[in-house]
């Protein structure tokens, strides 16, 4: 454990109340147990245990007291961090092999990348941001966490798809709350190899999303081969979510992606 990291942790790992800012500071036996409620509701709690909640912790911490001068999350209660970040990243680790390749494109200030690192140390990931401030902030947070075979890497994904260490180099490629499904499958089928899967993590619109881009996933080599309906539980109310699987059947022509402008103006 880095010495931020077990510094940062033993002065937590006491019961107090205390404000900070402009919102509640939860404790970590607080946290410890939400985390740990939530997961069970959501049948999460097999990859979760006494170490990984004191890295989520962290990570809640963290990221709130940075967002004070970046712009990371408009998520600032840390229930809402919990259940709207990490549980709903983690929705996808058990459609993830052991051992796999993920490129994580669009991931922002790290969803569903860093939650999966934490939670499922197996993966080899990459997390992939076209703005570089995010991204050392990703990689920071990462290398505080010790999060094993992580690396972040600041690009245009239709740019970086085009170089032949990432084309076609993927097991996974996850997306989350990145574009709409026609733009997406542009950008990420590119990355995934044959046999391979692109995983769009998708709120109930994405059936309508999926409906306008079923032919351009043909062209781009992919085949739609499952639609996985879950609902998120949390203080006894649900939100639906959609993870759309499209498994890569052929090679993506070398035309794809094309430049973003003409991506958004004409998907495919």
């Not at 970046?70 to 051992?99: G, Y």
């Not at 860093?114 to 939670?119: H, K, R, S």
């Not at 690009?155 to 990432?166: C, F, G, I, K, M």
């Not at 090679?251 to 094309?258: C, G």
């Amino acid at each position: 454990m880095t010495a931020a990291l077990y510094f940062f942790l033993a002065s937590q790992l006491v019961h107090f109340r205390s404000f900070k800012g402009d919102f509640y500071k939860m404790d970590f036996i607080e946290f410890d147990a939400f985390l740990n409620t939530v997961a069970a509701d959501n049948h999460l709690s097999d990859i979760l245990d006494q170490d990984k909640s004191k890295k989520l912790y962290f990570l809640m911490t963290h990221m709130l007291e940075v967002n004070k001068s970046m712009n990371l999350t408009s998520i600032k209660d840390e229930r809402d961090v919990v259940v709207r970040h990490f549980i709903d990243s983690l929705t996808v680790a058990a459609f993830l092999p052991q051992n796999a390749k993920i490129l994580d494109v669009g991931c922002g200030a790290g969803f569903p990348c860093l939650p999966l690192g934490v939670c499922r140390p197996d993966l080899t990931i990459v997390a992939l941001d076209s703005t570089e401030k995010r991204i050392k902030y990703v990689r920071d947070t990462a290398n505080t966490l010790e999060i094993p075979h992580f690396t972040a890497i600041a690009a245009r994904a239709e740019e970086l798809a085009q170089d032949t260490s990432h084309r076609a180099a993927y097991d996974i490629v996850t997306a989350r709350a990145v574009a709409a499904l026609p733009v997406l499958s542009e950008l990420c089928l590119p990355f995934v190899r044959r046999g391979g899967r692109f995983i769009a993590m998708k709120a109930k619109r994405g059936m309508d999303e999926l409906a306008a881009a079923k032919s351009g996933i043909v062209k781009l080599g992919g085949e739609v081969t499952s639609v996985n309906g879950l609902e998120i539980v949390a203080r006894g109310e649900s939100d639906e979510r959609l993870l759309i699987e499209i498994t890569k059947t052929g090679d993506t022509p070398a035309q794809y992606p094309r430049a973003y402008a003409k991506i958004l103006k004409r998907p495919l």
